[in-house]
């Protein structure tokens, strides 16, 4: 059967207008006030080419970092051999390994423990661990200002001071699962996806303030990983229930259409060339393949075996996909030229958000690696 899009009659899913006065001044214009300019105004993925490592990480090791949520470890990866190099005993839950905005650091987010740990990534070693409350997830101001701790239990996004990792600001939004999100090309705002409520919601960046939700069609909607196309122009939006991936036009924050993927649409990876989107659909075992400039699907990779793909990230050179299974307690690298699974390996119980490092790129946003 052939994939297809379904459109969506845009006005009956308008946003709700939910942050404050109506008569406020007009919205800002231009990049966000620091943020780096973009290399390529088509591609704000310019700067993530293979091969493209910032004088910051290019001698750092290689290597694979794996937060398994159920055995509180940190299972290292040597991704040129395919073994095993060390397991680090870290915090209750560690949900996701995130880069610095600066890349000299590597945050294990330890959700229950109520902490991150720092990994120095020149060194692959692990450091000493600070106390933050609810880090299921963690992102960076395109500014590079503040690391943004995604509080799902809380419903809350906390602001840090990204040099001393000191709270500065605490934002209550009714997005209940609050987990994923991604930032508009010009830096001025955020959307991100509410897991347990059907719904996403968009942030102004600069003013750290709520300026929209917008509810997604169908009685059990699950979003989860949120990613921007290439050209700025959508917001590619992973639903677990529905089996596919929205997209979201962000400036009028409107859903415009739907793509069927396959069943636990989940997480969401750009190659290194821009062209493609890897979508894992953990609950069938398969990888979907988008091509950004048709916006229709092109190939769909399946697991020999099955298994159940969820986070992971593009390796510097593009030639391989690093996967977690959620459910199987192994990790997957999965060759980006045809889909076949070079390698299986065994690591703790519940991997999630795992991180290749180093990576491309001039700075990092935060999540599993997203890179400017």
């Known amino acids: 059967m052939p994939f297809r899009v379904r459109p969506i009659m845009p006005m009956v899913f308008l946003a709700l207008a939910l942050a404050g006065d109506t008569k406020s001044a007009p919205a800002a214009t231009g990049p966000l006030p620091g943020m780096p300019p973009l290399l390529n105004r088509n591609d704000i993925y310019a700067a993530d080419a293979p091969g493209k490592l910032s004088p910051v990480v290019k001698d750092y090791p290689p290597r694979v970092y794996v937060p398994n949520t159920i055995s509180n470890t940190v299972t290292v990866i040597d991704p040129k051999t395919y073994q095993i190099v060390e397991t680090f005993h870290v915090g209750r839950l560690p949900q996701h390994v995130t880069p610095s905005y600066d890349l000299k650091t590597l945050w294990v987010l330890n959700d229950r423990g109520n902490s991150l740990t720092r990994i120095d990534p020149a060194t692959a070693k692990l450091k000493e661990t600070i106390p933050v409350t609810d880090p299921y997830n963690m992102y960076y101001t395109p500014d590079g200002k503040f690391a943004i701790v995604v509080a799902e239990q809380r419903m809350r996004l906390n602001f840090l001071d990204a040099a001393t990792m000191k709270q500065v600001n605490s934002v209550w939004v009714p997005c209940k699962g609050v987990d994923h999100m991604d930032f508009s090309a010009d830096g001025r705002y955020l959307i991100a996806s509410c897991e347990f409520a059907g719904a996403l919601i968009k942030v102004d960046v600069e003013q750290q303030k709520m300026v929209g939700r917008l509810p997604l069609p169908g009685a059990h909607a699950m979003p989860q990983d949120v990613k921007l196309s290439p050209d700025g122009k959508v917001f590619y939006v992973a639903d677990m229930h529905a089996d596919g991936i929205h997209m979201i036009d962000g400036d009028s924050f409107m859903l415009t259409g739907f793509i069927p993927t396959g069943k636990g649409a989940h997480g969401l990876y750009v190659s290194r060339d821009s062209k493609v989107l890897y979508i894992s659909n953990r609950g069938e075992g398969t990888i979907s393949v988008l091509d950004f400039a048709t916006r229709k699907l092109v190939h ?10 969820d986070m992971g990230g593009v390796s510097s050179d593009g030639k ?53």
Do not use: M
């Open 320 to 372: 391989v996909l690093w996967l977690s299974g959620r459910y199987d307690a192994e990790v997957y690298a999965i060759d980006t030229g045809n889909g076949k699974l070079l390698a299986r390996i065994k690591v703790g119980r519940g991997p999630h958000g795992l991180c290749v490092y180093p990576q491309p790129g001039r700075y990092s946003l935060g999540h599993t690696g997203v890179f400017r």
């Open 300 to 309: 769909k990779w399946e697991l020999p075996d099955g298994g159940s793909p």
